[in-house]
């Protein structure tokens, strides 16, 4: 059964760019890590997905060394709205959330 | 499309009670799942489902029991509810295993169930 492990929290601020690692150390061999963003009385809704090297889309980029052990997501020049629990899923048919990191970008 | 709806959106029961709570995809998704979330906390997985007819146990399955006759529903149980089992619940479909390329987790907006 893979698990992640994130940080707790983490606090920046406006115009930053944060970046949340996340350690996936049994990770199968065909699996994509997948980033979640969840807003208070919401349910999670997708960020961004990779497989190997680095990945950018609108929202973020997603980088994960050779040895896919880990995987940090970045967003660059956070705002207020950013605030959110953001969680990394890997693994199979059993898909389990894990506590997240809870953002919180200040003014 | 509707994506994913979940119905009802609040609920309260009495400790005793049974309910049933509906999930409904129409984007022909091969697996669905159930989670539940209790305040300032994560969501933790309760059944989940890879295909019609198919079930199958998560990390919270206990109190719980879950159907998917059709491909579309996935129905989460409530034979005697607890107050411990007071949360907001959430269903999640994906068109193949969320771990495979392009296939996310889509989610309903959830249910508030509440037992006193």
């Known amino acids: 059964l893979a698990k992640t492990t994130q940080p707790i929290s983490m606090d920046s601020y406006e115009g930053q760019e944060v970046n949340i690692t996340c350690s996936h150390n049994?990770?199968?061999?065909?699996?994509?890590i997948t980033w979640y963003q969840q807003f208070p009385s919401q349910g999670p809704r997708f960020i961004i997905q990779g497989y190997k090297t680095k990945v950018t889309n609108e929202v973020a980029s997603l980088f994960i060394p050779a040895d896919r052990k880990s995987s940090t997501l970045s967003l660059p020049r956070v705002s207020l709205s950013d605030t959110a629990v953001y969680y990394c899923?890997?693994?199979?048919?059993?898909?389990?959330f894990g506590a997240g990191t809870r953002l919180t970008v200040k003014p | 499309n509707a994506g994913v709806t979940q119905t009802p959106k609040f609920r309260v029961l009495k400790t005793g009670q049974s309910m049933t709570l509906l999930c409904a995809q129409d984007m022909n998704h091969e697996y669905m799942y159930w989670y539940r979330q209790d305040p300032g906390m994560g969501l933790r997985l309760i059944h989940y489902?890879?295909?019609?007819?198919?079930?199958a146990k998560g990390e919270v399955p206990d109190g719980y029991n879950v159907s998917r006759l059709k491909k579309q529903n996935f129905l989460l149980g409530l034979e005697s509810a607890a107050p411990s089992q007071t949360s907001v619940y959430f269903c999640a479909s994906s068109r193949t295993a969320p771990s495979s390329y392009n296939s996310p987790l889509h989610f309903g907006n959830g249910t508030r169930l509440t037992v006193t």
């Open positions: 899923l890997v693994g199979e048919n059993d898909m389990r």
């Open positions: 049994n990770i199968a061999t065909n699996d994509y």
């Open positions: 489902s890879v295909g019609e007819g198919t079930t």
